[in-house]
Antibody
Framework: QVQLVESGGGVVQPGRSLRLSCAAS????????MYWVRQAPGKGLEWVAV????????HYAESLEGRFTISRDNSRNTLYLQMNSLRLEDTAVYYC??????????????WGQGTMVTVSS | DIVMTQSPLSLPVTLGQPATISCRSS???????????LNWFHQRPGQSPRRLIN???NRDSGVPDRFSGSGSGTEFTLEISRVEAEDVGVYYC?????????FGGGTKVEIK
């Protein structure tokens, strides 16, 4: 069955970097758009970034101010989120999610279990 | 940004009774292709969200038919015809018509 498994979360100091990964299985990863969504403790859902099936198109939440980069390796069926200059307010569970199509018109049909990122000094 | 406003914030319900959640968008969600990209999600405590409804009224695979979505333009509704114990949690609406993608603040459904 379709499965998304995130990894790479942990505790990191403000200003440092972290890279999250999302391993996909059970479907043709290279055919579908992918997203990152985050959820701060006790809060709602916030879309972070999206990448098209071939990596050729990307879009980010403006609130990130260019600090995060989404990428994918279709040969490894893996999605990434490079997070730089981390701030306290980036503390959240980070979910990867799949689109039902090749870009962003069928958002979040499948979600991973999430990985926790804690930014703390 | 399109602001998604859900009501109520909290919804105590009796098992077997219906429940209705409303979602209002600050702009029309009709896209240039004629589709309306409004989705509904359910998040149980300690779990990842799960999509229930896409494009206003299309139930996702495996979603029980007691869930239904309706609406148009800026006003949308999720209805649960007969609430079951497994339906507790937080429900979110989300718009995919315009960047950035935005979610409503959530409606917490609990059993009375």
């Amino acid at each position: 069955q379709v499965q998304l498994v995130e990894s790479g979360g942990g505790v990191v100091q403000p200003g440092r970097s972290l890279r999250l990964s999302c391993a996909a299985s059970g479907y043709m990863f290279s055919n579908y758009g992918m997203y990152w969504v985050r959820q701060a403790p006790g809060k709602g859902l916030e879309w972070v970034a999206v990448i098209a099936y071939d990596g050729g198109n990307k879009h980010y939440a403006e609130s990130l101010e260019g600090r995060f980069t989404i990428s994918r390796d279709n040969s490894r069926n893996t999605l990434y989120l490079q997070m730089n200059s981390l701030r306290l307010e980036d503390t959240a569970v980070y979910y990867c999610a799949k689109d039902g199509g090749d870009w962003a018109f069928d958002a979040f049909d499948i979600w991973g279990q999430g990985t926790m990122v804690t930014v703390s000094s | 940004d399109i602001v998604m406003t859900q009501s109520p914030l909290s919804l105590p319900v009796t098992l077997g009774q219906p429940a209705t959640i409303s979602c209002r968008s600050s702009q029309s969600l009709v896209y240039s292709d004629g589709n309306t990209y409004l989705n509904w999600f359910h998040q149980r405590p300690g779990q990842s969200p799960r999509r229930l409804i896409n494009k206003v009224s299309n139930r996702d695979s495996g979603v029980p038919d007691r869930f239904s979505g309706s609406g148009s333009g800026t006003e949308f509704t999720l209805e649960i015809s007969r609430v079951e114990a497994e339906d507790v949690g937080v429900y979110y609406c989300m718009q995919g018509t315009q960047w950035p993608l935005t979610f409503g603040g959530g409606t917490k459904v609990e059993i009375k």
